[in-house]
């Protein structure tokens, strides 16, 4: 690799400043970027991140700050001048037409005209040489909606490298990957650096962040920590000067006791063949893992155990008791409460209050109403103690739920667990889009609920994740279970070998 | 440009912002009839007499009575346009019964009056229960479900009775109820503080309000909680029609025969005004019915000056529209500032 230390950014910020409503979202942060380089942004939620490459993509006017590009001063930058500097930004939230087909939308807003009428024939062999030479596995024809997300995040990848940027920002753009589509996206990264585009990156996976980063650029409360050579720097450097405090290793030690069976699935058919003929178990007293790739049915598995999916087939069994009738409202009062991977859509009620939040589920409670009275001052009371013990930030509870962080979203959605008597816990991708810091407290959380004689349920995509926090671990594949691990067993390896080998089946499955 | 002067103008500028800020706390509402009601006291000496505040009472009350329907449906997340509509059936549906129980149970005013305001209501709750059904268990949307559940209603309306007013209402109907003045207040005034005084308790300190905020919060999240949104939904479509209902019987008793003019497009473009002026939000999740009652009586003085100053009454409409219009962007705004990532 050709070392360019002395390369001139060819983007500088100096001393950037943003408000909203009176709250600083970002003090005197300095940034830049060189060409052909891959520069990390990371920190906590909150931190300023998105404030940033928000700034730098010209949605947001900073308060105070120079900004340049390529060595001319610009202001009053707005998405539109930015994209067409050269600089193009992929973010979380999709700037995607659902009604449009992929071409459609890689070239939405600069069509290809030729006297007025649109050039379909060129614009259909640019996408197509551009989706080709990306490696993805992309039908020009179809249209975006009926695509997976994965699907969809390669669309708005394309539909930013289209532009020819000279200066890229990807915002977690993993986090709805499967591995080997995150590999092929590394390969690119790679590729785009070698042609001397600046990569902004923002990301909370330390291994992503090994193996892209040149350098690392660290904010917390909305200032710059540090930025560094990415060369020998320790993951729990970064963590600390992310955190501002220690944290000895990222997943806790369980100490699991498995008990009696808490839940039992046989013969489960649900979701429109999402799940298919699943057989599964979860004790009290330990954590059970769920892993496969996106859209592989674990989701679905857990939420047809909620009673969110349709169910065609099979027996679910409740501490020994076969249930009939599945709605989250008789689950919640069998002491079965879940947990979504989607905050925002599935989680709160973003305009509504933290305490009307964390005790939604819980208002048919004795403690909290009675014959359809609240409570008010026991709702308060209680509300109080399950934040107090997640350690909300700030624990006021009047605070409407959308003005929270990523984390401390989470937790008001985990408050709900301490509102009433729950003995099983099924958590969808419990960690998605929170920092470090909150992840460790999700996990203590989850060891709290493990010593209090709870079965904890873990669906994730993380792979280390389940891999370290589940006493025994299903992989789940097209819709149904193809392994099941169990202490030494349970490594990675074991893990992808399990989706080969069941890939492997089917072909030969379909050749026979 | 001297120091002097950039001082003046950033000083200048952080006492607009100060202002802003002010105005945004307790709402602009507030100030707008503050300034409002002085202006028209100024202006026009008939203003605060007492035969004109009793009627920007009555008309207030009748609004904000519907007006509450509505905001409790937007908070669900809904829509209910059938609400005007529903006034003018439940008004020619008392009517009507009251004049064959008249002739049923000659002289019984109680009877007869207690058979109309039951039919009425019953009217309301029916219209509300198809409005629920059709959205909560047929999927429809509120928009679409109300407007045609609107047209319906006031075809029947006009088919009872081709569209002529129905008299033959008990006399008491009328004196002792409709037109009183209890205490100096027009009788639709306490009936409007009786239902603002049981919509704020059900919003403050029973399920049912807390489910609605939470359902038109976000309907997802309050099914993953286990909430049965479909069985709220229903209840708030059906307290909507109950208090258009009572509205219909409200301006009734109070003209004194059954309508089907009664409600109609204005009531219901009104109620919506009345409702977003209130800080309703048309996302659902946010109001408060306070302000919806407060917004119903600017409503009212802002179409009582415009008369008493002799604007056209057919340039009205034109206000609230514009009016409305400026209330939903503000709302829009004001999203936009707290809500983002």
Request: charged residues 20%.
């Amino acid at each position: 690799m050709a070392k360019e230390e002395a390369s001139e950014p060819i983007l500088i910020l100096r001393g950037i400043t943003k408000r909203f409503q009176g709250i600083t979202a970002l003090r005197q942060v300095d940034f830049d970027v060189r060409a052909g380089e891959v520069h990390v942004l990371f920190g906590e939620n909150g931190a300023g991140k998105s404030t940033l490459i928000n700034i730098i993509a010209g949605t947001f006017q900073p308060d105070e700050g120079a900004y340049r590009f390529d060595g001319l001063h610009l202001s009053h930058l707005t998405p539109h001048r930015a994209r067409g500097a050269g600089i193009c930004a992929v973010f979380q939230e999709f700037s995607l037409a659902p009604n449009l087909t992929v071409v459609e939308n890689l070239f939405l807003g600069r069509e290809i005209r030729r006297g007025g009428i649109l050039d379909l024939a060129t614009m259909r062999r640019r996408a197509s040489d551009l989706i080709e030479e990306l490696g993805f596995d992309l039908e020009l024809d179809r249209q975006v909606g009926m695509l997976s997300r994965a699907h969809q995040q390669m669309v708005e990848i394309a539909k930013a490298l289209l532009g020819e940027p000279r200066i890229l920002i990807l915002d977690e753009p993993t986090a709805s990957l499967t591995e080997r589509e995150a590999g092929r996206l590394f390969e690119l990264v790679a590729a785009l650096k070698a042609r001397g585009v600046g990569i902004i990156y923002v990301s909370h996976r330390m291994r992503e962040i090994r193996a892209l980063a040149d350098r690392i650029t660290v904010l917390r409360d909305g200032q710059l920590v540090r930025t560094l050579e990415a060369a020998g720097v320790q993951d729990a450097d970064l963590v600390e000067l992310m955190t501002g405090r220690k944290i000895d290793g990222l997943f806790p030690t369980f100490d699991h006791k498995p008990g009696r069976v808490a839940i039992e699935v046989q013969g489960l058919s649900a979701a429109r063949g999402a799940v298919c003929d699943v057989d599964f178990v979860a004790h009290a007293g330990e954590i059970t893992g769920i892993a496969g790739l996106v859209g592989c049915g674990k989701s679905e598995l857990v939420r047809a155990i909620y009673g969110l999916e349709q169910i065609e087939h099979g027996e679910i069994r409740l501490h020994d008791v076969a249930q009939n009738t599945l709605s989250p409202r008789h689950s919640l009062r069998r002491g079965v409460v879940y947990f979504p991977a989607n905050r925002a859509t599935e989680g709160l009620a973003l305009a509504r209050v933290v305490r009307e939040n964390a005790s939604m589920s819980s208002l048919d409670v004795r403690e909290i109403a009675r014959l359809g009275l609240l409570d008010t001052r026991n709702e308060r009371s209680l509300v109080q103690q399950a934040v107090d013990r997640l350690k909300l930030r700030p624990p006021n509870l009047e605070r409407p739920a959308g003005r929270l962080s990523g984390g401390n979203r989470q937790k008001v959605m985990l408050a709900r667990g301490l509102m009433r008597d729950l003995s099983v816990f099924l958590f969808d991708e419990p960690t998605v889009g929170i920092d470090v810091g909150a992840k460790r407290e999700v996990y203590d959380f989850m060891g709290r609920l493990l010593q209090a004689g709870a079965a904890v349920v873990v669906v994730s995509s993380e792979l280390p994740e389940v891999l370290a926090l589940s006493n025994r671990l299903y992989v789940m594949h097209h819709g149904r279970i193809v392994t099941q691990l169990e202490g030494s067993e349970k490594t990675e390896q074991n893990v992808l070998a399990s989706f080969f080998r069941s890939e492997a089946n089917a072909a030969t499955g379909a050749a026979s | 440009m001297t120091v002097e002067e950039a001082d003046m103008r950033s000083s200048s500028r952080g006492d607009l912002r100060a202002l802003s800020r002010w105005i945004s706390a307790i709402g602009i509402l507030p100030v707008l009839l503050t300034v409002l009601i002085l202006g028209m006291c100024i202006i026009d000496p008939r203003f605060s007499g007492v035969a004109n505040v009793t009627n920007i009472l009555r008309n207030a009350s009748v609004l904000a009575i519907v007006a509450f329907g509505q905001a409790l449906v937007l908070i669900a997340g809904g829509f209910d346009l059938s609400v005007g509509a529903i006034v003018a059936l439940a008004s020619e549906i008392a009517a009507v019964t009251m004049r064959w129980a008249g002739t049923a149970f000659p002289e019984q005013d109680a009877l007869i009056i207690a058979l109309g305001v039951g039919a009425a209501l019953g009217t309301g709750i029916l219209v509300g229960l198809v409005n629920g059904i059709c959205v909560a268990v047929l999927r429809i949307s509120g928009f679409i479900a109300t407007l045609g559940s609107m047209s319906v209603t006031l075809g029947i309306a006009l088919i009872i009775t081709n569209g002529i007013p129905v008299y033959g209402l008990p006399q008491s109907f009328i004196t002792q109820f409709g037109r009183a003045r209890w205490f100096e207040f027009p009788s639709a005034a306490y009936v409007a503080i009786a239902i603002l005084l049981v919509l704020a308790f059900v919003q403050r300190r029973t399920v049912l309000g807390r489910y609605l905020y939470a359902i038109g919060g976000n309907s997802e999240a309050a099914i993953v909680s286990g909430i049965s949104t479909r069985r709220y939904q229903i209840a708030a479509y059906v307290i909507s029609g109950l208090l258009a209902a009572v509205t219909g019987l409200l301006l009734t008793a109070l003209v004194g025969s059954g309508q089907a003019s009664f409600g109609g497009d204005l009531m219901m473009l009104q109620s919506i005004a009345a409702a977003v002026i209130g800080g309703v939000s048309l996302h659902g999740g946010v109001g408060r019915f306070g302000m919806v009652a407060l917004s119903a009586i600017f409503l009212s003085i802002l179409s009582n000056a415009l008369n008493l100053l002799r604007v056209d009454s057919r340039i009205q409409p034109i206000f609230i529209g514009v009016i409305l219009i400026c209330a939903v962007a503000l709302d829009e705004i004001r999203r936009r500032r707290t809500v983002h990532d």
